[in-house]
């Protein structure tokens, strides 16, 4: 199933970029077809509007396809959270005896003391 999404979710992206890619700006005309006819499929305000329509189911179906992934990846989460959990308590056991007694050692820097 989430192969399925992922690779839908390619075809779309792709699909969208295209779309996208073959709009004009705002100021320029589409071009496609000829004449200057009012409406039509292929007259450059129809081809304009069939293009955005285009681009807008594209860009829905690609969100729904990444809340459809998304709720696949949840399906197989664990619910918990580690801040539910208890932590755990340790009893202290009794303090190790040293055999030999610990010295300390220096605790700032040595100097040599001159002669």
Same mark, same amino acid.
Request: aromatic share 2%; net charge positive.
């Given at each position: 199933m989430q192969t399925l999404l992922l690779f839908a979710e390619l075809v779309i992206a792709i699909a969208l970029i295209i779309f996208v890619l073959l709009q004009r700006s705002e100021g320029g005309a589409l !071009? $496609? !077809? *000829? &004449? *200057? !006819?009012? &409406? &039509? @499929?292929?007259? /450059?305000? !129809? +081809?304009? =509007?069939? #293009?955005?329509?285009?681009? +807008? $189911? @594209?860009a829905f179906l690609f969100f729904v396809t990444c809340i459809a992934l998304n709720l696949?990846? #949840?399906? &197989?989460? =664990?619910?918990?959270?580690f801040l539910d959990s208890v932590p755990a308590t340790t009893v202290p056991g009794p303090? /190790?005896?040293p055999a030999t007694p610990v010295v300390p050692g220096p605790t700032g820097p040595s100097v040599p003391k001159p002669q």
């Open positions: !071009g $496609i !077809g *000829g &004449g *200057g !006819g009012m &409406g &039509g @499929l292929f007259s /450059p305000r !129809g +081809a304009a =509007d069939t #293009l955005t329509r285009t681009t +807008a $189911i @594209l696949v990846a #949840l399906r &197989g989460r =664990d619910e918990t959270s303090a /190790p005896n």
